[in-house]
């Protein structure tokens, strides 16, 4: 089955300590992005990346990072978490280029919580 | 810049037709995309239109682009409760990778 999938789907975490929520797609897709989704704010872009080794921030980076070493795997890294940071997170991917009406698959979601 | 804008929220009854309304700023833009969030779940790939395109149906879903506002709406005919959901439009503009442009999503209830 094609899919994006995320872990975990949960974390409650405290502040400052480093954390990672993976992202694994099977569709051999380009393009990651990871997106937080906020009430009244709608998904806002934190990172993306366009292939292997290439990451470029989004709309919202700071206190982020990813890395992508393999086309399947992109994770999402927290290094110093703070309370500002809880907030609902997904992982999607997609093709690239003239076929953008494909549109992005979605991972199931993180809910993590900086306490 | 780009900003998509919906309206929070939307009630409507079982049966009736739902119209989600989104408008965007971005005149550049190649695909409008309407998604869908059921509770607890991701996103999904509702429907999508060519900026060329002024209407597409598929189904129970009808998608009317107008241009010149830049008002891109999402009719749900016979509205059901399984519909209940978080709906999200989208944009993408720019050459080459192009970049997707999200709304706020209005919340679709459905009174039996």
Sequence with gaps: EAQVTQNPRYLITVTGKKLTVTCSQNMNHEYMSWYRQDPGLGLRQIYYSMNVEVTDKGDVPEGYKVSRKEKRNFPLILESPSPNQTSLYFCASRLTGTVLNYGYTFGSGTRLTVV | ?112
Excluded at chain 2, 4 to 19: M, N, T
Excluded at chain 2, 87 to 96: D, I, K, P, Q, V
Aim: charged share 20%; with cysteine.
């Design chain 2, 1 to 112: 810049g780009e900003d998509v804008e919906q309206s929070l929220f939307l009630s409507v009854r079982e049966g009736d037709s739902s119209v989600i309304n989104c408008t965007y700023t971005d005149s550049s833009s190649t695909y409008l995309y309407w998604y869908k969030q059921e509770p607890g779940a991701g996103l999904q790939l509702l429907t999508y239109i060519f900026s060329n395109m002024d209407m597409k149906q598929d189904q129970r879903l009808t998608v009317l682009l107008n241009k010149k506002d830049k008002h891109l709406s999402l009719r749900i005919a016979d509205t059901q409760t399984g519909d209940s959901a978080i709906y999200f439009c989208a944009e993408s503009f720019g050459g080459g990778y192009q970049k997707v442009t999200f709304g706020t999503g209005t919340k679709l209830q459905v009174i039996p």
